[in-house]
Nanobody, 125 residues
């Protein structure tokens, strides 16, 4: 079992930055691919990006490419989402998710087994 807790959300002006953290409990974090997703009001949950369990591969949705960066610190059981040049359309609840150990990271929510409770990010114009 993996438990995930996101933090770092808040209100920021357009053009600003935030860094989200996702702290994981459980012994399998270091071997689990991690993903970030977001859900805006009235919309479906969308893929933001993922990082492989060895952190050798990252992949991002086109909408955030070049602005967002995912990293992980396996010694701290934490994955991060650095968000720069934020836009009002980035406003959403952001979720981190963990896939099963040694699985390939994907952009599909169905491939992730564990989810955090989400953290709100609001970008004002």
């Amino acid at each position: 079992q993996v438990q995930l807790v996101e933090s770092g959300g808040g209100l920021v002006q357009a053009g600003g930055s935030l860094r989200l953290s996702c702290a994981a409990s459980g012994r399998t974090f270091s071997s689990s691919p991690m993903g970030w997703f977001r859900q805006a009001p009235g919309k479906e949950r969308d893929f933001v990006g993922f990082i492989s369990w060895r952190a050798v591969r990252t992949y991002y949705a086109d909408s955030v490419k070049g602005r967002f960066t995912i990293s992980r610190d396996n010694a701290k059981n934490t994955v991060y989402l650095q968000m720069n040049s934020l836009r009002p359309e980035d406003t959403a609840v952001y979720y981190c998710a963990a896939a099963k150990p040694y699985y390939s990271a994907t952009a599909y929510a169905r491939d992730y087994s564990y989810w955090g409770q989400g953290t709100q990010v609001t970008v004002s114009s």
